[in-house]
């Protein structure tokens, strides 16, 4: 017999044979394939017996004709009175074959080119929805069928997980076993949603054109079938700018569908298409249902009953504060107001002019520079770190890091107390202020009273370089207000069901000490002096008053926030294109905007004077002061050598020799003036100097850099 040869290795053994690699691989890609042929046959079958099961289960066409799908909301008022009525409105039911061929032809075009060609669940579309989604990194392009939106609408919710798509896909494949493409199309343009409650095409046209849907035309049809997308957002109504950005979408994917010619597409002149006016979008109590109604997916179980939904409007202000921002507002530039009571319940709320022609909530979205009206910051950390309304400051010229402010008409009024630096909104005393206490510090502190947008540590911060949101600053107005307490604003106080179930009551939410009293009375004092005398006396009202002015570079916005009888409300006023507004001060326009709504909201209630004591802590206090305070026969005296001495003028020391207790130190002048005396005395105490003369000014900051880094 032969004998194989066998390699040896480098010891002289013989090796044993490897086995071949390649055999390898391929047994696993063998048993691979067999398990993944297995388990597609197991799918496959699954798949087959869960569509036959939900075939069968599924509703008649009829049925699916006379469901409807939404929720009714009924909104309310403080008072009770009705604001809008939300939900489903439905239209005429229009048989296929009398809807127009244009609109028919519009929605296959933009939602589901292969309709006619897929069972339900587009592969393609789904590979091609993955492929935009690797290459973009977000989902921009949907796999989403006619069929599976059908489905989606009727059966289940928007809820964007893998469990709900797989019904979703079986439901599609159902409905095509039970229905005739025919009837599936007939059955979404009569269902689908397309925005201001209207479902169906026959609602939509006459909502948005005025006709009923069987005349739509083909510009129509290019309008209505764009709004599938973002019903709000491409809604006529709200902006029929975008509207007919988003149809000329529509009519160039129609003719690349070879539905239309090219110039068949463009003849279309969307522009001529007269659309019906929104009578009820009119009334800007919009704003507020659309920053409040959001919130009751988070404060709602998961429920379809018609529900109705009392809020903290006061329709009386509302309209007061839809006049203030329509009448005041400088023309093509825009304004917002908030009005929080002092529980932070919105009393008012104001995002734009008109609602019809933007319905974008400046009030709450919009971030804009708040000028001067940051210097509340400022001061705050100032009156925390010690200083008080009569302390004396000095404006003069100055530089830090680089950085050199300046004051309006580049006038400068040399020592003054702290009190009129704030009320004329001096920025040189700002900038020395927030260079002593620290940029980081006030940083910090508008953190604490609730600004959530970023902010920067650079010197210039302390004259609001950072952007804020209207409700932000509104909310820290009212917290000085409330004497140092935080404040959270709410615009949903309770829901019920139509039937009077309570479903949900507002419980108010833990407050926080945010500043000592005496630093929110200190505060109080100074933005009263602002409006009494200073840059804001155009929001006098006749009952006391404390508010600051904002405006910055170039007039480009205009702000102004105070308080008075337990309502804080702030205005704003700018263009949205941040061009500059001429004449547009936080002491003008904004100011009267706000005594114009001040004067009616705070018609019916008390005058409230504001407490402006300082209590100063014990820390703050000197001890010297605290002695004069009190009886001085409470009191023991101890020599140097710690002896017991008695109070009577003359008095032996340790070494027998006589000195006088109430004797000066060598190296101390014998007197001290009575002025000054009583100067320290009225500035520990918080008593106002009668002689402002008197006092000296409090040091000079130093120029030393401070940290730039607060997120």
């Not at 067999?34 to 075939?55: R, S």
């Not at 469901?67 to 939300?86: C, F, H, K, N, P």
């Not at 469990?163 to 095509?176: D, S």
């Not at 009551?505 to 200073?534: C, F, W």
Request: hydrophobic share 35%; glycine share 10%; no cysteine.
């Amino acid at each position: 017999m032969a004998r194989r040869d066998i390699p040896r290795r480098p010891d002289g053994g013989r090796s044993e044979p490897q086995p071949k690699s390649r055999s390898m691989l391929g047994r696993w890609f063998r048993r691979l394939a067999a398990w993944g042929a297995g388990l597609a046959l197991l799918g496959t079958i699954a798949l087959v017996v869960a569509v036959a099961v939900t075939v069968r289960s599924l509703p008649g066409y009829g049925e699916l004709k006379s469901s409807q799908s939404g929720q009714m909301i009924v909104v309310r008022a403080a008072d009770g009175s009705e604001i809008v009525t939300l939900g489903p409105s439905y239209g005429k039911w229009i048989p296929y074959e009398r809807i127009p061929q244009p609109m028919k032809d519009a929605m296959v075009s933009v939602e589901d080119r292969r309709y006619r060609s897929h069972w339900g669940v587009d592969p393609i579309g789904i590979v091609r929805s993955l492929m935009v989604r690797v290459e973009s990194g977000t989902w921009k392009q949907g796999g989403s069928t006619i069929t599976q939106q059908l489905a989606r609408n009727i059966f289940l919710n928007n809820t964007k997980t893998f469990g709900r798509k797989a019904r979703e896909w079986v439901l599609a494949l159902a409905l095509e076993q039970k229905f005739s493409k025919d009837q599936i199309l007939e059955l979404y343009l009569n269902k689908v949603y397309f925005g201001g409650g209207a479902y169906g095409i026959d609602s939509a046209a006459r909502k948005f054109f005025g006709h009923s849907g069987e005349e739509i035309t083909l510009p129509e049809a290019a309008i209505i079938a764009g709004l599938v997308k973002a019903p709000s957002r491409y809604s006529p109504t709200a902006d029929a700018e975008a509207a007919v950005g988003r149809a000329g979408v529509v009519l160039q994917t129609m003719q690349n569908a070879g539905v239309l010619t090219t110039q068949e597409a463009q003849a279309v002149d969307l522009k001529a298409v007269k659309m019906v006016k929104d009578t009820a979008g009119q009334n800007s109590a919009r704003y507020f249902t659309d920053w409040a109604l959001p919130q009751l997916d988070l404060i709602l179980p998961e429920n379809d009953k018609p529900i109705e939904v009392w809020t903290t409007l006061d329709p009386v202000a509302q309209k007061a504060a839809t006049s203030a921002i329509a009448g005041f507002a400088p023309k093509g530039s825009q304004g917002a107001l908030v009005s929080l009571d002092r529980d932070g319940a919105v009393l008012a709320m104001v995002g734009g002019t008109d609602y019809v022609t933007s319905n974008y909530n400046r009030a709450v979205n919009a971030v804009r520079q708040p000028g001067s009206a940051w210097k509340l910051f400022v001061y705050l950390s100032a009156l925390e770190a010690g200083y008080t309304p009569d302390d004396r400051v000095v404006d003069e010229p100055v530089t830090i890091d680089g950085w050199t402010p300046r004051n309006d008409g580049n006038r400068y009024a040399g020592e003054i107390d702290l009190r009129t630096a704030f009320a004329y909104s001096k920025n040189t005393v700002a900038a020395q202020l927030g260079n002593e206490v620290g940029f980081g510090t006030v940083a910090n502190m508008a953190r604490r009273f609730g600004i959530t947008t970023p902010i920067n540590t650079l010197p210039s911060m302390v004259l609001g370089s950072s952007e804020t949101r209207v409700i932000d600053m509104v909310r820290a107005f009212a917290s000085v207000q409330a004497k140092g307490m935080s404040v959270t604003p709410y615009g949903i106080r309770k829901v019920t069901t139509t039937d009077g179930e309570v479903l949900y009551k507002h419980r108010p939410e833990s407050v926080q000490q945010l500043v000592p009293p005496y630093v929110a009375a200190g505060m109080t004092d100074l933005m009263q002096t602002a409006v009494n005398i200073g840059t804001g006396r155009a929001a006098q009202i006749g009952r006391p008053v404390a508010g600051k002015t904002g405006t910055t570079t170039s007039n480009k916005d205009g702000w102004f926030l105070g308080f008075s009888s337990g309502i804080t409300t702030g205005v704003w006023m700018g263009r949205d294109d941040a061009k500059a507004v001429p004449g547009l001060q936080g002491g003008s326009a904004p100011a009267r905007a706000f005594a114009a709504y001040m004067k009616v909201a705070t018609r019916k209630r008390p005058v409230e004077q504001f407490d402006t004591e300082l209590k100063l802590p014990q820390w703050q206090l000197e001890p010297d002061d605290e002695a004069m305070q009190g009886n001085p026969d409470d009191y023991f005296y101890v020599d140097e050598d710690g002896n017991l001495v008695d109070p009577s003028r003359k008095q032996q020391s340790g070494n027998g020799q006589e000195y006088d207790p109430d004797a000066p130190p060598e190296g101390v002048p014998p007197e001290v003036p009575q002025a000054a005396n009583d100067d320290f005395l009225n500035r520990a105490t918080g008593r106002r100097n009668p002689d402002p003369s008197v006092a000296g000014p409090r040091p000079r900051p130093t120029n030393s850099p401070r940290p730039a880094s607060i997120p």
